[in-house]
Structure formats: structure tokens, C-alpha cells
């Protein structure tokens, strides 16, 4: 099933901040004293790239004097492994945790390890993302699209596949690139809406081929540079930054759909530093973090931003959405199911 | 403290689950993978390294100094960044070798394809052959020519006499190199992860991580792990046959003469064949890493206006963290290299002069830690140390730790290598003079291994500053290494940083070895001093 969203829902979700759980956490004097006490926050972080964590923990001290953040960024998986790893020798290290795999989230609940928290913004997260959160433990804090990527030095847009579809072409074989569902959260997520729009087979067809197989979801854009493939799957918020820095990477919103990845935050019940990981997970919601995340190209959660520059207006996207629970059961599925048609 | 370490490791073993780990039977192709692997990496880089340090030890090969230079440059790259390169160089569609033959032949494809096995193996290749090349050409420095000399008189041509003679004297650091070898191939992950999965095969370090995935099945990967350890068991029985059978004391301490070999015009084909040795594996690569760190966007080639020195500069004055994981990653390797010489010794004179019982079991521990895969060992070391009361997670403490364990094994090898070539018969001297073992020990051996042993110092330290499989789980927020970094930088397509920064790798080190080099006045490669 897609769902389309509409621009007058996104700037509805902004105003009406009626969404708001009654113990939203507010960013009182007490909460910031209590956080400058503990000094620091410890962030495990998989939504964005190391450098924009670094400058987003900068920003966050800057807001808030005396507090430094400790940033841990990894891959979605690899940031859950470590995390597994802390709770299992019961050495906690994490206060707010933000993966690329939404299946991780009813996982910790389950072992009682996520705090119960509502952040004082949670109001105002734009509506593209309702039921995507878990009220009282994990709100969606940024997205992108998974959608097509081209080399535009090397494919010319009439030649240019425009659906999904079109990559089981012979033309493209050996030049399509695809990151991992095994290691990369948001890739996990578009093989699960792949498999719902054509069934397994299609993948087993794609085989046939011979794409190249990465790792992370932004494999594919070095592929893509490099000139060793021309078109892939890749994240709009790569795949513009990396346009931005003069590369020849063009996006491609496929007529079959571009797939919507959102990454949940989440405070760890035995965050070492409570308060620290509260103020922290409320300002992952705040208008200057939203900016920050802007500024990468990458979607706020937060409503009422403006759009970001080279997207299309999300209003003219055929939108593809997966829910949660579905992600759970899926996500793992289609691990396997990869691993058996690809490597 | 070291057994301490081990037995986290072997602990891990009797808690196996070994159904479950050759259950499939992708489980076992990746295993069988990786033992090919590890076997055609030691062979390539046995023809690799053997010539040369042959070349450079016993002829008169012009351009040694050079050949050396590049050595290093190639022993100091990260496996996994020099791997980047030659995706560039090999790549079927858009790497430069391939495009320079489809435009000279008019070819429709290339000739190379880096995503195959016997690329992944090359690529391995191209990084490991330097540990052969130290190991043999240390040992060729200190044999002598008289026997090489008897050959001669005897008839035996120069070709002869090597292949009959003088390789056969060092085939213990030959072995000990190749072991060194093979083990550093199938622990190696940056290098598989990079090629091994778009060609489409896993080997067991890939497979490894697949099993710390959801759900995390350790005692799984442990399990998986052991055939690994049996078939380094089963090397060191090789070792042990082979050097065994004869006598291989080639150092006396009568003062043998060592001789330079003419080799005539030959001398050139041997300097043509290294020069070609190091532009695959260091030329090469490093030109059009180059492009990528000297472009704006790397994508756009070769052009004026993409020409930019500000990734440089950006790495330098302002990104917070680069800098500092270099500096963590050498004081990190450097303290590593000291815990993992020490006991290397300790453990390698216990052993051969068999001081304690059950010394075979001592040397294997020795070695063991090698072969257990670098995420594996991160997990173990993880859960003896993260937890209070010792809570060493994110700190320098563990990474040092897990660096020296992981290297012990180069540590020990290269000990046991000086202890063997020394005659015991030099220590019993002093001993039958009266002196005690610590007196032998003081004024006898560790004279002589003084300059083996600060060889193998930077034997640990270079592998420990380009450790990536046990970084990658170990490391905290303030301890990320230079491994790691690169590593994310790929994983983020952020290749002009990640070029940038593996030349800031690569100049750095270079400092500290001149600098070393100039200290000791001679290179750390060659054992004897320049005359």
C-alpha cells in the first residue's frame, strides 16, 4: 500500500501541536542544570554521516554550554551490535540512541531498555511520519528517500530508466549498483516495499543481471562516481550532497515509487547521564537541529521546514511507506532471502 | 595478563555450537573460500617478496634504496585503502587500466575485473608480500657467503647456488613470513567487505559479521572460528617437520664474510621485476587516490577547475577528529608494538630453550590470536573488559590491549626467528664460564637481537596503525582510530576526505620512520648497517 502525502498535511502537522503527549519533557532550567551537572551525552547515531554528527554535537555544546557530545556513528546494524553488546555485559554506555532500522525499536522495548520519555516537540513532528513513532518511547527524528540514482555524465535522460522496473533491462546489466539489506538499515527497508510491489522474483530476475552488490545504502553514489556503475538505488540526502560537491550524480523518483526511510531516536532507560540524554532527545526535535539537518540535505522530522533544496516537493513524489510492525517481521526476511539470491 | 587474554579466547571455544555453524552450506563455502584464499595469498606473495629480498640482501641490484622506499610505502598502506585504489585502477567498467586497454585495442571490455577472487587475492596480496620481503631479507643479511662460496667452487652457478643453497638456510623466516601471511589473509575484513561481497562470495570474516548481526549468535562464530585454528595447528606441525630435519644455525658468532652477488645484465631484469612488484602496489594505487584527494568531486576526473587542496586543509585545521585519530592510531600501534615484543620474547626464549613444560602449547598461544578473526576477538575482549569493575570500554587501554594481543603472533614469530638463528652454543659458553642465564641473556643475546628486535618493533607498530576489524568494535568517542575513520569515510561515499587522509596516513607514518631510520642510522628493513 503507498500513501501519499500531501504538502497541506506536512504544513497542517505544523501548526496543530495538539499531537502532543500530556507529559511532554520541557527543556525547564532544572533539566539543563541537571544535564550540565553530567557534562556530556553519548550518542549512537546511524541517520547521518560522521562529520554532520560532529558538527551537530558541536552545534548541541554550543546551545548548551558545558555539555559535550560524545558521538559513536556506525552503520544501522552496527550501531545495534554495539548497543546489544553494552546491554549484555551490562556496561551502558549509550544515553540517546538513533538507528536507520526501525525494527530495532520494538526490539529494545521488548528487553525493557528504552526510558520512557516524550520529548517536549513531539508535537510538532510533521505528519509524514504518524505512526512511524512509538508515543513515550521513540520518535522518528530524520528520513530521506530511497530512490534511483544516475550517473547524469554517462546517461543521457531520455536514456535514463524511469521505474524500478526498467532495471531488469539488459541494458543495465553489470551497471546497476544496490547497497546491502544485511548492513544498511534504509536498504532493508526498500527490498521490503520491492518484494510487496513485484514478489521475490523480481530480485531473482535482478540477479540474473548482475548488479553490484555493496554494504552501506551510499555505496552505490562511489560506484556511481567512479563511473563503474550508471544507475542505482541510493539516499536522496547523499546523492544530493554529493551533486552539491560537483559530482555527476543526478536523482531519478521512479514512477513505481521512491520509498520512504525514517529514523527513530530513542533514550536508553540506563542512560549513564539521564538528564543529559532527555535535553539531548528533545533538542534531536528542535528547529536548529532540523536546520542542521537541512543544510545535509536530509528531512527533519520536525514539521514546518522548509523544503530542501534540489527535492522535489514531496507532493509531486509517488510516496512508498512501510509500517513498522511490518519492518519487523520483514526486515530479516529479506535478509535471508538476499543473502540466498545474492551473497 | 596474556593468559588472561587467551583464555577469554579459548574459553569462548568450549561453549561452541558448531551445528549451527555448518549448517548451510554457504556457511562452508565461505570457509573454504577463505582457506583458498590464504593459500593464494601466500604464494603470490612468496613470488612477490622472495626475489627481491633476495635482490636487495645478497646483489648488487641498482636502486635498492628506492625499491626500499617503496616497500614501505606499501607495508603502510591500509589494506582497505589501498583496495579503494585498485577498485579504481581494475573496476570492469571505469577502472583506468581497464579504459586505457579498451581505448588502445579497441576492446568492448576490459581485461581486469578486481571483483573476482583472484582479484581479492591480488589486492591482499599487493599489502602482505612486504612481511615475507622483512622476514626473509633479515634473515639473508645475517648468512654468510661461505657456504654459498664452497657451492661456487664446486661448480654450482649463482642460480644454483641460491635455489641450493642460500634460500634453503633462511626457509625458517621464509615460513615464519608465509604463516604470518596466510593468517593476515583470512583475518582480514576492510579488504573482503570492500570486494568479496559485490563479486559475490563471502569468506569467513564477512560470514563472521553476518553471525554478530540480529540475532548475535557468538558462541556460533566461535564455533565457525575453530577450523581455523586447527589448520593453524596443522602449519605449525609443517613448520616444526621442516625445520626439525636440519640444522638451520646460521649465525655462529665467527665472523663469516657476506659477499655482494654480481649479477651482470641480470641485475637489471631483477630491478625491472621489483619496480613492477612495487607499481602495482604502490604507484598505482596511489596516483589516482591522488585524483581523489587533489579533486572537488572525484567523479569529475581529471581537470583544472576540479583541482582543490582543500581537503587537505579541511582535515587539517578543521575537522575536529581526523587529526587526532592519526595521532591516536600511532600511540595506540606504538604501545601495542612494546607489549607485543616483550612477551614475544619472553615467550619465544621459554620455549626454545624449553623452559617450562608444555612449551608447544605456549608457542601456539603465541599465535593463536592471529587466526582468531579481529571481530571476534574485539567481542571477546569487549566482554572481559567493557563491564565493570575494569570498565576499559572507550578507553585507550583496550584498543592497546586488543592491538597487542592481535600482533602477538608477528612479536613472537619474529623473536623466535632471532632466538633460532643465535647457536646456544654462545649463551653455553658464558653459562659453562660461570655466568648466569640472566648475565647470558644480558650481555650475550640481547646484543645480538638488539637490531632484530627494533625491526620487529615496527613490525607491530605498522600493522597496529592500519588495525581495522577489532577497532571497529572497540573504539569509544574519544579513541577512533585512523582505520575507523577511513572506513566510515567509504561508507559515506566521502572519498576526496578518505584519499586526503590516507596521503596524510601515508606521510606521517613516513616522518616517523625516517625519523627512526636516521635515529638508528640504517634502515628497519635490513639488518645489517650500511657500509
Known amino acids: 500500500m503507498s500513501l501519499q502525502i500531501s504538502r497541506r498535511s506536512v504544513v497542517a502537522g505544523a501548526t496543530a501541536a495538539t499531537l502532543a503527549a500530556p507529559a511532554a519533557h520541557a527543556n525547564d532550567a532544572a533539566l539543563v542544570e541537571a544535564a550540565r551537572k553530567e557534562g556530556s551525552v553519548t550518542w549512537y547515531i546511524a541517520q547521518v554521516d560522521s562529520e554532520t554528527a560532529e558538527r551537530m554535537g558541536r552545534a548541541f555544546t554550543a546551545r548548551y554550554p558545558g555539555i559535550k557530545v560524545s558521538v559513536i556513528r556506525t552503520t544501522g546494524q552496527v550501531a545495534f551490535e554495539r548497543l ?17 532500522d526501525v525494527g530495532h525499536i520494538p526490539a529494545l522495548k521488548r528487553r525493557n531498555v528504552l526510558a520512557e520519555f516524550v520529548p517536549a516537540d513531539a508535537g510538532l513532528i510533521s505528519p509524514a511520519f504518524k505512526g512511524l513513532e512509538d508515543p513515550g518511547y521513540s520518535y522518528p527524528t530524520t528520513s530521506t528517500l530511497m530512490l534511483m540514482i544516475v550517473n547524469t555524465a554517462k546517461v543521457k535522460p531520455e536514456e535514463a530508466p524511469k521505474a524500478w522496473s526498467d532495471l531488469l533491462d539488459p541494458k543495465w546489466k553489470g551497471r546497476a549498483a544496490f547497497g546491502h539489506p544485511g548492513f544498511s538499515g534504509y536498504v532493508g527497508v526498500w527490498t521490503v516495499q520491492m518484494r510487496k510491489l513485484y514478489g521475490w522474483q523480481w530480485f531473482e530476475k535482478l540477479a ?133 539470491t545474492f551473497v | 595478563m596474556q593468559s588472561s587474554l587467551e583464555e577469554v579466547d579459548t574459553g569462548a571455544f568450549t561453549l561452541m555450537n558448531y551445528y549451527t555453524a555448518f549448517s548451510r552450506p554457504r556457511y562452508i563455502t565461505a570457509l573454504w573460500n577463505s582457506l583458498r584464499l590464504g ?59 581497464n579504459r586505457f586497454y579498451m581505448a588502445l585495442t579497441g576492446a568492448p571490455e576490459g581485461i581486469f575485473d578486481i571483483y573476482t577472487f583472484s582479484g581479492l587475492a591480488f589486492v591482499i596480496a599487493i599489502y602482505s608480500f612486504p612481511f615475507i620481503f622483512i622476514f626473509t631479507a633479515a634473515a639473508l643479511d645475517v648468512v654468510s657467503s661461505e657456504m654459498e662460496d664452497a657451492a661456487n667452487i664446486l661448480g654450482a652457478g649463482t642460480v644454483r647456488t641460491t635455489l641450493k643453497i642460500t634460500l634453503p638456510m633462511v626457509l625458517p623466516a621464509i615460513m615464519a613470513g608465509a604463516i604470518v601471511t596466510f593468517l593476515e589473509a583470512i583475518a582480514l575484513f576492510g579488504t573482503p567487505a570492500l570486494i568479496a561481497i559485490p563479486a559475490r562470495f563471502n569468506v569467513v570474516t564477512t560470514q563472521l559479521l553476518q553471525f554478530f548481526s540480529q540475532p548475535i549468535r557468538a558462541e556460533v562464530a566461535a564455533a565457525y572460528a575453530v577450523p581455523l585454528l586447527l589448520v593453524t595447528i596443522a602449519l605449525f606441525g609443517v613448520q616444526k617437520m621442516i625445520t626439525r630435519r636440519r640444522g638451520f644455525v646460521a649465525l655462529t658468532g665467527k665472523g663469516g664474510e657476506r659477499r655482494i652477488i654480481d649479477l651482470g645484465r641480470g641485475r637489471w631484469v631483477m630491478f625491472a621485476y621489483s619496480m613492477a612488484v612495487m607499481t602495482l602496489a604502490v604507484i598505482l594505487p596511489y596516483i589516482v587516490l591522488a585524483q581523489a584527494a587533489l579533486a572537488k568531486g572525484w567523479g569529475r576526473g581529471f581537470s583544472w577547475d576540479n583541482l582543490t587542496l582543500k581537503n587537505f586543509e579541511y582535515l587539517l585545521f578543521q575537522h575536529e577528529t581526523a587529526a587526532q585519530s592519526v595521532i591516536n592510531s600511532f600511540t595506540y600501534a606504538a604501545a601495542a608494538a612494546f607489549i607485543a615484543i616483550g612477551l614475544g620474547l619472553a615467550i619465544a626464549y621459554i620455549v626454545s630453550r624449553k623452559l617450562l613444560p608444555w612449551v608447544d602449547v605456549l608457542s601456539f598461544l603465541a599465535m593463536a590470536p592471529f587466526v582468531v578473526p579481529g571481530i571476534v576477538l574485539a567481542i571477546a575482549f569487549y566482554a572481559a573488559y567493557a563491564p565493570p569493575p575494569l570498565a576499559l570500554y572507550g578507553t585507550a587501554t583496550i584498543l592497546i590491549l586488543a592491538f597487542a594481543t592481535r600482533f602477538l603472533p608477528i612479536g613472537y614469530a619474529n623473536a623466535d626467528a632471532a632466538i633460532r638463528s643465535i647457536n646456544p652454543e654462545m649463551e653455553e659458553a658464558v653459562r ?89 642510522g640504517r634502515d628497519f628493513m635490513m639488518r645489517r648497517e650500511k657500509k
Open chain 2, 39 to 97: 593459500a593464494m595469498v601466500t604464494v603470490l606473495c612468496l613470488i612477490f617478496a622472495v626475489p627481491m629480498a633476495w635482490a636487495i640482501s645478497r646483489t648488487n641490484m641498482p636502486g635498492k634504496n628506492f625499491i626500499r622506499l617503496l616497500m614501505l610505502g606499501a607495508f603502510i598502506t591500509p589494506p582497505y585503502l589501498g583496495a579503494i585504489g585498485w577498485i579504481l585502477l581494475a573496476g570492469p567498467n571505469s577502472g583506468w587500466i
Open chain 1, 208 to 340: 540474473a543481471n548482475r548488479p553490484r552488490v555493496g554494504r552501506s545504502g551510499n555505496d552505490p553514489i562511489s560506484l556511481l562516481n567512479a563511473g563503474e556503475c550508471v544507475v542505482g538505488l541510493g539516499p536522496l540526502s547523499t546523492a544530493l550532497a554529493s551533486a552539491a560537491r560537483g559530482n555527476p550524480i543526478g536523482v531519478i523518483y521512479p514512477t513505481d515509487g521512491s520509498v520512504v526511510c525514517v529514523g527513530p531516536s530513542a533514550v536508553m532507560a540506563n542512560a549513564p547521564r539521564p538528564n543529559a540524554a532527555r535535553l539531548f532527545a528533545n533538542w534531536l526535535l528542535s528547529e536548529e537541529f532540523a536546520r542542521l539537518c537541512i543544510d545535509q540535505k536530509i528531512d527533519p522530522a520536525r514539521g514546518g521546514m522548509p523544503p530542501i533544496e534540489g527535492a522535489k516537493p514531496l507532493t509531486d513524489v509517488n510516496l512508498l511507506r512501510v509500517g513498522t510492525d511490518e519492518l519487523v517481521k520483514s526486515v530479516p526476511e529479506v535478509i535471508e532471502q538476499w543473502r540466498e
Open chain 2, 432 to 520: 659453562i664460564l660461570g655466568g648466569g642465564r640472566l648475565m647470558a641473556i644480558r650481555k650475550v643475546m640481547a646484543p645480538l637481537m638488539k637490531r632484530s628486535l627494533i625491526g620487529a618493533w615496527l613490525l607491530v607498530f605498522i600493522p597496529a596503525t592500519r588495525e581495522l576489524s577489532s577497532a571497529m568494535f572497540l573504539y569509544g568517542p574519544n579513541t577512533r582510530t585512523m582505520s575507523v575513520m577511513l572506513m566510515d569515510m567509504s561508507e559515506e561515499g566521502n572519498f576526496e576526505h578518505l584519499a586526503a587522509l590516507g596521503f596524510l596516513l601515508l606521510a606521517a607514518t613516513l616522518v616517523i620512520v625516517a625519523g627512526a631510520t636516521a635515529f638508528l
Open chain 1, 84 to 100: 546489544s553488546q553494552d546491554l549484555k555485559n551490562s556496561a551502558p554506555q549509550c544515553d540517546v540512541f538513533s538507528t536507520t
